[in-house]
């Protein structure tokens, strides 16, 4: 019996879920990408107690350059969400 497991880790996430849905090993992705995944049945979620939590992020912008429309609206919306 062969005690020595190979362990990789990746940060392609279309890669290793093409893996996890083929039974080649487990993934960690984002919930919008598995969430289909999970409901039509080709995967199933483990470890629930260690899901990640939403991580702080920053919207720049050249200062130069600027503003469209639709980038001025993304920025109020993200701003009335987080507020």
Request: charged share 20%; hydrophobic share 40%; proline share 5%.
């Amino acid at each position: 019996m062969d005690t020595q497991r190979q362990i990789q880790v990746s940060d392609d996430i279309l890669g290793v879920i093409s893996l996890a849905t083929r039974g080649a090993g487990i993934c960690q992705t984002y919930d919008f990408i598995a969430r289909p995944l999970m409901a039509s049945g080709l995967l199933r979620e483990i470890l629930p107690h260690t899901r990640g939590r939403t991580r702080p992020f920053s919207l720049i912008y050249a200062p130069h350059k600027g503003l469209s429309s639709a980038s001025e609206a993304l920025i109020r919306f993200m701003q009335q969400v987080t507020d």
